[in-house]
């Protein structure tokens, strides 16, 4: 069975600062990899997504992340955050053959000026 | 055009109360799934739809749980005689074919349920 650890429940930082939320995950299988962005009140949005190749991913609102086998890591990152990026970013895998998605805790970032 | 809608958006019910909450996927897409996502938690999974049929409902919590889909449009999960652990906010999303990586699951904005 798949597993998604996400350590930090909350990051809070300033803005025009960069940013990291880490994400680790656990799979005997291969998997595809998400990231999805949850505002106040909404459903959540995706981010970006890891299928295959290149291990960098690039995504909406400036945000990418990096797919790391080895350390079966895929921490997203942005080199300068804004206010509007306030929200809870929710980390996903998807073992390939199946269906379900399975979602980390979440953590949500706060942004300040 | 229209992503999924659902309704209602929120709903407030005593305990013992059946509620059904509803969902409209995209047009066109085919699978269909919902999620309960409690304060603080992250989504977990309950049903999957591929068409009318739930191959996979491993996530509904108990028998009090149930869910239904016509043909490849409407779906609605059905609480019956809640309890105040169903308080949660229930999300349905849909994707095309099997919501594999290079088809991506796309999300309402969800029902937030309160159990009084």
């Known amino acids: 069975a798949q597993s998604v650890t996400q350590l930090d429940s909350q990051v809070p930082v300033f803005e025009e600062a960069p940013v990291e939320l880490r994400c680790n995950y656990s799979?005997?299988?291969?998997?595809?990899l998400f990231w999805y962005v949850q505002y106040p009140n909404q459903g959540l949005q995706l981010l970006l997504k890891?299928?295959?190749?290149?291990?960098l991913v690039k995504g909406i609102n400036g945000f990418e992340a990096e797919f790391n086998k080895s350390q079966t890591s895929f921490h997203l990152r942005k080199p300068s955050v804004h206010i509007s990026d306030t929200a809870e970013y929710f980390c996903a895998v998807l073992n390939t053959g199946f269906q379900k998605l399975v979602f980390g805790t979440g953590t949500r970032l706060l942004v300040s000026p | 055009g229209a992503g999924v809608s659902q309704s209602p958006s929120n709903k407030v019910t005593e305990k013992g109360k059946d509620v059904e909450l509803r969902c409209d996927p995209i047009?066109?897409?085919?699978?269909l799934y919902w999620y309960r996502q409690r304060l603080g938690q992250g989504l977990e999974f309950l049903i999957y739809?591929?068409?009318?049929?739930?191959?996979?409902k491993s996530g509904l919590p108990s028998d009090r749980f149930s869910a239904e889909r016509t043909g490849e449009s409407v779906s609605t999960l059905t609480i019956q005689r809640t309890q105040q652990e169903d308080s949660a906010v229930y999300l349905c999303?849909?994707?095309?074919?099997?919501?594999?990586?290079?088809?991506?699951?796309?999300f309402g904005d969800g029902t937030r349920l309160s159990i009084l």
């Open positions: 999303a849909s994707s095309l074919a099997g919501g594999s990586g290079n088809q991506p699951q796309h």
């Open positions: 799979s005997s299988v291969s998997v595809y």
């Open positions: 739809f591929q068409g009318n049929s739930a191959p996979d």
């Open positions: 047009s066109g897409h085919t699978a």
């Open positions: 890891y299928l295959s190749g290149s291990t």
